[in-house]
């Protein structure tokens, strides 16, 4: 279930749909939500398509891959993604730096 921008209010009511995972856009704060999502509903995303990926660096982008999965650090309902559809115009590089500091923190499991 993937549903744009905050959706912090949604989330009650989110976890009554039978979903199996929540695509969380940028504004969601993941390790805020780990009390109210049962553990059986995978939290998938949260990094930032604009602002990091499409605006920013390789090294904003390994920065925020890091934050995130130092955070999310032993939930085993977590999948690293974008918190949206990334644009067309999002520069290589910050894709590959989202998947190369990805695979760092799958290896360290």
């Not at 695509?23 to 049962?38: H, I, Q």
């Not at 559809?85 to 999002?90: K, P, S």
Request: charged share 20%.
């Amino acid at each position: 279930l993937h549903i744009c921008g905050n959706t912090r209010h949604l989330i009650p009511g989110m976890c009554k749909t039978g979903a199996v995972g929540f695509s969380l856009d940028a504004p969601m704060v993941f390790k805020e939500l780990v009390n109210e999502v049962p553990s059986s509903i995978n939290l998938i995303g949260q990094i930032d398509p604009v602002a990091v990926m499409l605006n920013g660096t390789p090294a904003d982008v390994e920065r925020a891959v890091r934050k995130l999965t130092q955070e999310m650090k032993g939930y085993d309902n977590f999948i690293l993604s974008t918190g949206c559809d990334i644009a067309v115009e999002t520069p290589m590089e910050n894709i590959a730096a989202l998947m190369n500091e990805g695979q760092k923190w799958k290896q360290a499991f």
